[in-house]
């Protein structure tokens, strides 16, 4: 309490903010369950049980025959991984503590903490679950291969990316309206079941089908990895540029929305949610 703040370097600042970050993101990692290990199965199990859908239901239908030449759940997998980092990291960088939560109370903790425990929280659940699926279909069932992996991997942090930007937008704009936020996440994932394009390939769109999607971010991403993921694949009606430019103006609205709303903050927002 009575302890005297010594000034620090640049350096022995960002090593501070850095272990800060970490423990608070074991801290959102457990929050979801006390076990870490549970978390992760919990998850795990989701990704299995919609792998295991689609392939169900797509094998029912009749239409794997549309999808691409080669590996039929790893053309699966390609679109789920991708959708399922982006829901999550929206929905826990939305769900975040905000500036009147009590944990800012406590002096080394902010908002800015607070966002990237979330963001990096999600991002590492997402990866172990995506790294164990694949390690276990590709030593227990089917060996593959991945024509151009890290960009593969980089569709996947770019979705990760564009959900963090847009949930910050988001997480700015609760406490001024907490229900319109609220739903607006739970429409997002869900119109995202199919706007994603995770069920077809971009290629076999008509102009006016194409017209419905492109706006997505996410449908850009899922096509340019199957691009990626599949050496006989080449994506025409999508590109990397759109959700990089989306992303990068949605982190510049996120932060000025967020500062805005941090300078003005009021212990009452909590009531009202």
């Given amino acids: 309490m009575f302890q005297q703040a010594k000034p620090k370097s640049t350096l022995q600042s960002a090593i501070s903010l850095a272990e800060l970050i970490y423990h608070a993101t074991v801290r959102d990692v457990r929050k979801a369950h006390g076990n870490a290990l ?70 080394p903790m902010n908002t800015v903490v607070s966002i990237c425990a979330a963001a990096f929280g999600a991002l590492y659940i997402q990866l172990l679950t995506l790294f164990l699926i694949l390690f276990v279909y590709h030593v227990g069932f089917k060996p593959f291969t991945i024509d151009q992996p890290f960009w593969a991997f980089l569709m996947l942090m770019l979705a990760w990316f564009t959900a963090v930007a847009l949930g910050l937008v988001l997480l700015a704009m609760k406490p001024w309206f907490p229900t319109f936020t609220s739903t607006f996440v739970t429409v997002y994932q869900r119109a995202n079941m199919i706007a994603s394009g995770k069920m077809f390939v971009a290629n076999s769109l008509p102009p006016t089908m194409l017209a419905m999607f492109d706006w997505n971010p996410l449908f850009h991403l899922i096509d340019q990895s199957r691009g990626f993921v599949f050496v006989n694949y080449f994506p025409r009606n999508s590109s990397i540029e759109y959700p990089v430019i989306v992303g990068v103006v949605f982190i510049v609205i996120g932060l000025m929305g ?16």
Avoid: C
Avoid at 49 to 69: C, K, N, Q, T, Y
Avoid at 80 to 87: D, G, K, N, Q
Avoid at 258 to 273: D, G, M, Q
């Fill in 38 to 107: 549970m978390a992760l199965g919990l998850n795990l199990l989701q990704a299995v049980v919609f792998i295991a859908s689609f392939f169900i239901m797509f094998s029912i239908l009749g239409l794997r025959g549309s999808a691409l030449r080669g590996d039929f759940l790893l053309y699966i997998m390609s679109g789920i991984f991708l959708f399922l980092s982006h829901v999550k990291t929206l929905s826990a960088v939305a769900g975040s503590e905000g500036p009147s939560s009590p944990m800012m109370q406590h002096a």
């Fill in 258 to 273: 967020e500062f805005y709303t941090r300078r003005h903050a009021s212990a009452s927002w909590n009531a009202r949610r």
